[in-house]
């Protein structure tokens, strides 16, 4: 079954709506928070555990998939949805932004990216014809065009400069495409500066790709610079496509951003923060490792429906956290991704049902806190916080 977007129902109250991913593996209900699972696994967790937790799509990382087992050796033994146990739809990024995060290590020209590996230091040249060729290999469903990251903070000079090259890297990567079976997405930068994120949305809108994402962000802007550059940008991506915010964010962004109209999301932060022993909960987040939990009997979140919480205290999870045990990251890690996949459920449903408002009025007031909300919900939850 070919690639095919649809928007089943639009928010009456902001740029929200539900839709429906169709793939060769499956489908995805958007909006959807996608795991990352960076090396071909989503850190402590299996193939079913994700199914059980509700994940429709996951992430794969192209930059370390190439460096090691190496995409050749996963197209032999059957590609990627085979080699990892994933029968479901898997997206690939071109590793753009994990060459950006070497920093000295790379150097970025016209025909593409040299780097030096993190591994072993062996000597790399990534073009967009490369890019599209190891993902093709790899056989994700969605699969991503090479683009530079532009840092932050850059002039304006230099963010205009690297638009135009990710612009030009795109045309080749739309040109290189050969796997029809697999969807491409172009990527829209243009740091912080709204005129220019104008202007590479324009660029890369108009080779017609079949969704689009929004790159560039969480580099270390401020919150405020960040929601400012998604509300300009994602009403200039075709409604028909899918809009993708990559590597945001927190549970906060999600909701925002989903009001915003993007459909995609993916981030580290639910895997990683559960490894940490930051969990999120439906008021605010909690440190397991904090003395108060020590003999505390209760779940997690006494309102969330995972295994974690159903089955264990916050008394044991806190001592499996400062045994440094294996199992906490396990456990840690579906309770934080039930949440977040769960969040989305609710976002979805409340969609549905045309009530995303009274929803993030909830949201806000459960969590106690004063993100970005509309007037009603400010007001709502300045009086909580007196």
């Known amino acids: 079954m070919s690639f095919n977007f649809t928007v089943i129902k639009e928010d009456k109250n902001s740029s929200a709506r539900m839709g429906k991913i169709i793939t060769p593996h499956g489908e995805i209900n958007t909006p959807a928070f996608m795991p990352v699972g960076t090396q071909g696994t989503v850190k402590s967790l299996t193939p079913e555990d994700?199914?059980?937790?509700?994940?429709?799509?996951?992430?794969?990382?192209?930059?370390?998939?190439?460096?090691?087992?190496?995409?050749?050796?996963?197209?032999?033994?059957?590609?990627?949805?085979?080699?990892?146990?994933?029968?479901?739809?898997?997206?690939?990024?071109?590793?753009?932004?994990?060459?950006?995060?070497?920093?000295?290590?790379?150097?970025?020209?016209?025909?593409?990216?040299?780097?030096?590996?993190?591994?072993?230091?062996?000597?790399?040249?990534?073009?967009?014809?490369?890019?599209?060729?190891?993902?093709?290999?790899?056989?994700?469903?969605?699969?991503?065009?090479?683009?530079?990251?532009?840092?932050?903070?850059?002039?304006?000079?230099?963010?205009?400069?690297?638009?135009?090259?990710?612009?030009?890297?795109?045309?080749?990567?739309?040109?290189?495409?050969?796997?029809?079976?697999?969807?491409?997405?172009?990527?829209?930068?243009?740091g912080m500066y709204p005129q220019l994120r104008k202007l590479s949305a324009q660029q890369i809108v108009s080779f017609d790709f079949d969704g689009y994402a929004i790159g560039g962000l969480g580099v270390g802007e401020t919150k405020e610079m960040m929601h400012e550059i998604i509300a300009v940008t994602v009403p200039l991506i075709p409604a028909n496509k899918p809009r993708y915010l990559m590597g945001v964010g927190t549970p906060q962004d999600l909701l925002e951003c989903t009001r915003k109209g993007v459909d995609l999301f993916d981030c580290v932060m639910p895997t990683r923060h559960a490894r940490t022993g930051m969990l999120f909960t439906s008021f605010g987040s909690l440190v397991i490792k904090n003395a108060e939990y020590t003999d505390d009997p209760r779940p997690i979140d006494p309102e969330c429906g995972c295994y974690t919480c159903k089955y264990y205290s916050r008394a044991y999870l806190r001592h499996l956290f400062m045994a440094k045990e294996i199992l906490s990251a396990r456990l840690n890690t579906i309770h934080n991704l039930y949440y977040y996949l769960n969040l989305m459920k609710k976002i979805r449903e409340a969609i549905q049902k045309d009530s995303l408002e009274d929803y993030c009025y909830e949201f806000y007031e459960k969590q106690k806190t004063t993100f970005i909300t509309n007037e009603r919900t400010t007001r709502s939850l300045y009086l909580v916080n007196q």
């Open 50 to 190: 994700l199914e059980v937790l509700g994940a429709e799509i996951i992430l794969a990382n192209t930059y370390h998939l190439y460096l090691r087992p190496g995409h050749e050796l996963i197209t032999r033994l059957g590609g990627l949805h085979s080699f990892m146990h994933w029968n479901h739809p898997l997206l690939t990024d071109s590793g753009g932004f994990q060459i950006y995060s070497i920093g000295a290590l790379r150097k970025i020209k016209e025909e593409g990216v040299h780097f030096r590996s993190h591994l072993d230091g062996s000597f790399h040249l990534f073009t967009p014809e490369k890019a599209i060729e190891v993902q093709e290999a790899l056989g994700a469903d969605i699969i991503m065009c090479l683009d530079e990251c532009t840092p932050y903070p850059a002039t304006y000079d230099y963010t205009e400069q690297s638009l135009n090259l990710t612009t030009r890297w795109a045309q080749r990567c739309k040109k290189a495409h050969r796997k029809k079976d697999q969807a491409l997405f172009g990527i829209i930068q243009g």
